[in-house]
């Protein structure tokens, strides 16, 4: 069972996850051919501040995958983007602009190097990332490439990387009942961990393009200094063979 291997300074009791921004950049490239642009519609739930919805959009172009979040008035608020090199990721960038937020990761062999580009003089965080970790949009394809392990009742473990908690975080993988889809759920490896990482549940259309994500959001509320997590629903509304995306390096 994968254990959190966290920098020193982080705790468990606020691992929480952006999970819902996993997308579909990368959900229906192969059947499409190529370049991918989908867009959605993700609304907030519960008593949360602030805005209630967000349009998102998210792109595959070439070995690059990102997402966007905005505001009804077209203010971006978040930002994922993350680079593939031979079938697994290579680089990794999270912006949320709202709060100030500007994390990058580099990936090397077996280690990942975490750098806060809104603070400069911070020293970079340095992870042992092994096995099967995923950063950010990778995550759709990646079970994506495990449908049958899925359909046949198997469960699939990976790590995925926090970067806001500059930690790597064990989940697992497994489906619910459905028919004419196949629905996931996803949670932290750890029993101990598990009441502090929100569930997210993610459904795919028969074609096996993502349709739907339930969890924790992209986008947070507050400032910097208390910002606040938001959860809701996902629903992808369109996708077309495109590419046009400007890079966030």
Request: proline share 7%.
């Amino acid at each position: 069972m994968p254990r959190p291997r966290r920098a020193p300074c982080a705790a468990p009791r606020i691992a929480v996850l952006g999970l819902a921004a996993l997308l579909s950049a990368a959900a229906t490239a192969d059947s499409l051919g190529g370049d991918i642009h989908s867009t959605g519609e993700a609304e907030v739930r519960g008593a949360a501040p602030g805005v209630q919805r967000y349009s998102v959009s998210a792109s595959r172009c070439g070995e690059r995958l990102s997402t966007e979040w905005r505001r009804p008035d077209g203010e971006l608020v978040a930002k994922e983007e993350v680079e593939l090199a031979e079938g697994r990721w290579v680089r990794y960038r999270l912006q949320r602009p709202n709060i100030g937020q500007d994390l990058r990761a580099e990936r090397r062999g077996t280690t990942v190097t975490l750098v806060d580009g809104a603070r400069p003089g911070r020293a970079p965080t340095r992870l042992a990332g092994r096995g099967s970790l995923v950063a950010g949009p990778e995550l759709v394809p990646f079970l994506q490439a495990r449908f049958d392990e899925l359909r046949a009742g198997r469960a699939v473990e990976f790590d995925y990387l926090v970067a806001e908690r500059s930690m790597i975080l064990g989940f697992v993988a497994r489906t619910r009942p459905a028919t004419g889809r196949l629905v996931v759920e996803l949670e932290a490896s750890s029993v101990l961990l598990r009441p502090f990482v929100p569930e997210t549940v993610l459904e795919f259309a028969a074609d096996g393009g993502l349709s739907k994500v339930t969890g924790r959001m992209l986008p947070v509320a507050g400032d910097a200094r208390d910002p606040t997590p938001l959860d809701g629903v996902l629903r992808m509304l369109t996708t077309q063979s495109s590419c046009n995306t400007r890079s966030l390096s």
